[in-house]
């Protein structure tokens, strides 16, 4: 068994595929739209989804906005450097909620960006970066 890929609701398709593609940097590996079910399907991803973990963005047609709910956790991310990340995300219009420090309790480097929707990521900068 393997992890597929993880499921967002957005409410604005084309908005979230700028965030996802444009400041995360993530490319957009397939999208179909469903007509008879008034909804699109768009995966994003660093790699191909053969390869690795991906991003399924569904947009349907007929809902704006969805309530995120309090179990919903993020999405992690592994970056080279955390501080840079942060700095490039901001430049590119990106909303940082948590600058990029040592975590609470730890030592480990990690950020929290926003997607449009208000899905948190965190971005978790390599270890060999932290010595």
């Not at 609701?9 to 469903?34: A, Q």
């Not at 699109?40 to 969805?66: K, P």
């Not at 919903?72 to 942060?86: M, N, P, Q, R």
């Amino acid at each position: 068994m393997r992890l597929l890929h993880t499921m967002l609701r957005v409410g604005d398709l084309d908005r979230s595929l700028s965030f996802y593609t444009d400041i995360l940097g993530m490319r957009v590996l397939r999208r179909k739209d469903y007509p008879d079910g008034k909804f699109t399907l768009a995966f994003v991803g660093y790699q191909e989804e053969s390869e690795g973990a991906v991003i399924e963005l569904t947009y349907n047609w007929d809902t704006r906005h969805y309530e995120l709910g309090d179990g919903y956790g993020h999405i992690a991310l592994e970056v080279d450097d955390a501080y840079e990340a942060c700095s490039r995300i901001k430049e590119k219009g990106g909303k940082v909620v948590r600058e990029a420090g040592p975590m609470k309790h730890g030592t480990t480097v990690i950020a929290f960006v926003e997607d449009p929707d208000g899905y948190k990521i965190e971005l978790i900068q390599k270890k060999d970066r932290n010595d």
